[in-house]
């Protein structure tokens, strides 16, 4: 029987597992190789180490010593080049888009933040080339606005286990994997995020800013801004009716509502609603002044 080799890192990762797991046999599993996530504020690994022990499946970290011998190979959320002993391992990756629309990094996130009207999953063989390989399958599923990462991710994980319970069928069943070619035509590509890429552009309107607030959320570590030298991590803001503000010096509150400062935007206003101090998590309510500037 053909085995496969898993790569696996977050909740889709522990998703697809639990996927194979309960519609095949945990044979068909070489081994699994797992990396811990500081990325986000949920990590899986121990999760994924949990379900492997309750089907006995060898689990290694991406440090250890181990050897990629199986004809497949499949990746999900991660991160490195991968190597195997066996020149003909084939190696699938699970992407978080519609090839060859968004390749590269964080497409999930940057799909949201550009209001893409669908969002979906591609199965593709890798080759040395950057998420150019050959297409297995791909799902899709629409969403509406707003919404946020998490709901996202929700939305795509049954995708996730359905195009994997596909390829593992017909991997167990020694049947080809049929693909199709990209049209790098139609390619588009999406950037590398760090920390700095966290930070709210007060002058954007105050729709763009609501919406990379929900693209940027848990379980990633939220969007960044400061109040003085001190930072925040905001999680949950609400759009408010524009009012004619003769001086718009972006970043200001204008008053509080409800107790929740409404901030000055490009176009628009908003309220933030849930937001902590990120040097001790503590909550910034209740507010004591309105005079806050936001940067």
């Not at 920390?195 to 940027?216: N, P």
Request: proline share 3%; with cysteine; aromatic share 10%.
């Amino acid at each position: 029987m053909n085995k496969v080799t898993l790569f696996l890192m977050t909740r889709k990762g522990y998703e697809v597992l639990d996927e194979i797991l309960s519609a095949f046999n945990s044979d068909i599993i070489d081994f699994i190789v797992v990396s811990e996530d500081d990325g986000v504020a949920q990590d899986y690994v121990e999760k994924i180490k949990s379900l492997a022990v309750k089907y006995k499946v060898r689990t290694v970290t991406r440090n250890d010593d181990y050897e990629v011998i199986s004809k497949y190979a499949i990746a999900i959320s991660w991160r490195w080049l991968i190597s195997s002993k066996n020149s003909e391992t084939r190696l699938i990756v699970l992407h978080d888009s519609l090839l060859p629309k968004y390749r590269g990094f964080a497409p999930l996130v940057n799909q949201l933040i550009q209001q893409e009207p669908h969002i979906g999953v591609t199965a593709f063989f890798a080759n040395k080339d950057f998420d150019k390989g050959d297409i297995i399958e791909q799902q899709q599923t629409n969403i509406t606005y707003p919404i946020k990462i998490n709901e996202a991710i929700k939305k795509i994980t049954p995708l996730y286990r359905s195009l994997t319970a596909s390829i593992v069928q017909n991997i167990k069943g020694n049947r080809e994997l049929k693909s199709v070619p990209q049209n790098d035509l139609d390619a588009t590509y999406s950037l590398w995020r760090d920390e700095k890429d966290y930070e709210i552009q007060w002058g954007l309107s105050a729709i763009e800013i609501k919406r990379f607030v929900d693209a940027v959320g848990f379980p990633y570590l939220g969007a960044s801004t400061k109040i003085k030298d001190r930072s925040l991590r905001i999680f949950n803001v609400e759009v408010e009716k524009d009012l004619n503000i003769v001086n718009r010096d972006v970043g200001k509150t204008l008053f509080l509502k409800e107790g929740y400062p409404v901030v000055v935007c490009g176009v628009g206003l908003l309220k933030i609603t849930e937001a902590i101090y990120e040097d001790d998590n503590t909550s910034i309510f209740p507010i004591k002044k309105f005079r806050l500037r936001f940067s």
